[in-house]
């Protein structure tokens, strides 16, 4: 069991605006930076985001994050069916002093 | 361009050990904190141990602690984990991932391919 927690699944059609989510607690995302990654079946997860908000060079704009209290939430706007794939969470654990990950929330773009 | 190669996964019978090697290129390896991360089939990422630029300070997820061994040797570039006591619960695919933006996240930047281990008897 994951110690952030993700919803496994989401769907929404070509061109909408998803959200999802990840919940924690004050030990973990309440007080430290979040980082997002996507994740393709059978190859390694690439950073979305960084630092609760920041994206690297080469990710589109259509990819943010937020945070909000023991919350974050990465938003996907103008969903293409590129966009079908595995999301993480990810922070780090005051309490277990432990980089944590959610358990990923897969997208299906219909 | 950043290339971070894992080698060495397979099968091993429970209570064996085994260690992956990640070969980093394409950057200056000693700059930077490495770690490993490890996704179970069918189930999120862990992150299981990182390591300094110099080696000399180690961090592990406590299911690891005192079973697996993360090391470094800067003049070949390389990353390395050494597992042992393990468990079926240790099967998963190994990831090797360079640490980058500060901050104790899991900032990666890069990842490896990453290793497969089966841990069966």
């Known amino acids: 069991q994951s110690v952030l927690t993700q919803p496994p699944s989401m769907s929404a059609a070509p061109g909408q605006k998803v959200t999802i989510s990840c919940s924690g607690s004050?030990?973990?995302?309440?007080?430290?930076?979040v980082s997002w990654y996507q994740q393709f079946p059978g190859t390694a997860p690439k950073v979305l985001i960084y630092?609760?908000?920041k994206r690297p060079s080469g990710i589109p704009d259509r990819f943010s994050g937020s945070k909000s209290g023991t919350s974050a939430t990465l938003a996907i706007t103008g969903l293409q069916t590129g966009d079908e794939a595995e999301y993480h969470c990810g922070t780090w654990d005051s309490s277990l002093n432990a980089k944590v990950f959610g358990g990923g929330t897969k997208l299906t773009v219909l | 361009e950043v290339q971070l190669v894992e080698s060495g996964g397979g099968f091993v019978q429970p209570g064996g050990s085994l260690r992956v090697s990640c070969a980093a290129s394409g950057f200056t390896f000693r700059d930077y904190w490495m770690s490993w991360v490890r996704q179970a089939p069918g189930k999120g990422l862990e992150w299981v141990a990182n390591i300094i630029q110099d080696g000399t300070e180690t961090y592990y997820v406590d299911s690891v602690r005192g079973r697996f061994t993360i090391s470094r040797d800067n003049a070949k570039n390389s990353l390395y984990l050494q597992m042992n006591s393990l468990g079926a619960e240790d099967t998963a695919v190994y990831y090797c991932?360079?640490?980058?933006?500060?901050?104790?996240?899991?900032?990666?930047?890069?990842w490896g391919q990453g290793a497969l281990v089966i841990v069966s008897s």
């Open positions: 630092h609760i908000n």
């Open positions: 004050s030990s973990n995302i309440g007080n430290n930076d």
């Open positions: 991932a360079r640490e980058n933006f500060g901050g104790n996240a899991p900032n990666f930047d890069y």
